[in-house]
């Protein structure tokens, strides 16, 4: 099966620094990755679309300058999330898009701003 | 606009008691429509895409049906491994991406 990674799993942090997440597909060549948030006992919300060598296309609400995302290869994602604060906390979980329109998503990242 | 619905909120099963899961959407243009399988601190788990009415995938335990307007998982005789959130999602036409339900949380007891 399709497999995507992200790293770290889990990060806790101080309010005010960065943080950098990791998306990888690991045995297939993505098309397009995308970022999702979820709060707790809720759906996952869109975040970002981003296709490789171009700027990702943001949802409405979400800050680009907050939620810096990097898609550097056809295999790697990055999303930064700039100068965290509390609310920022949450599950961030990407996915890739693969030839045949199929969507993996990675196990997810707990984010936690102190 | 686009909408996915699931329904219901939550279901409770006993061990061996099959039972449908409900995913009604409105979009403009259907794509594909997906279901994953979510345990709790975990990200989605992959396990159908449908594309047209009439389809139907099967997966051991679980099959997918689709409709113009709904789309069914179907749960025969499930097992308390089979306890989690289901999630389906559509995808419209012209776009890659996902608009997600809230979800069905299933709970199977032994």
């Known amino acids: 099966g399709a497999v995507v990674s992200q790293h770290p799993s889990w990060v806790i942090c101080k309010s005010g620094t960065s943080v950098k997440i990791e998306c990888r597909s690991l045995?297939?060549?993505?098309?397009?990755m995308f970022w999702y948030r979820q709060f707790p006992k809720q759906s996952l919300m869109l975040m970002a679309t981003?296709?490789?060598?171009?700027?990702?296309?943001?949802e409405q609400g979400v800050e680009k300058d907050k939620f810096l995302i990097n898609h550097a290869s056809l295999t790697l994602s990055t999303l930064t999330v700039t100068s965290a604060h509390p609310e920022d906390s949450s599950f961030y979980i990407c996915?890739?898009?693969?030839?045949?329109?199929?969507?993996?998503f990675g196990p997810g990242t707990r984010l936690t701003v102190l | 606009e686009d909408q996915v619905t699931q329904s219901p909120e939550a279901l409770r099963l006993q061990e061996g008691e099959s039972s449908s899961l409900n995913c009604s959407y409105t979009v403009s243009g259907l794509r594909g429509l997906f279901w994953y399988r979510q345990d709790p601190g975990k990200g989605p788990e992959f396990l159908f895409t449908l594309y047209s009415a009439g389809e139907e995938k099967e997966k051991e335990r679980l099959k997918a049906t689709l409709t113009k307007k709904e789309s069914f998982l179907h749960i025969t005789a499930p097992k308390p491994e089979d306890s989690a959130t289901y999630l389906c999602a559509v995808q419209a036409s012209g776009t890659d991406k996902l608009i997600f339900g809230t979800g069905t949380r299933l709970q199977v007891f032994p």
């Open positions: 045995d297939f060549q993505a098309t397009t």
């Open positions: 996915s890739a898009s693969r030839f045949d329109n199929e969507q993996f």
């Open positions: 981003s296709n490789e060598g171009s700027k990702a296309t943001y």
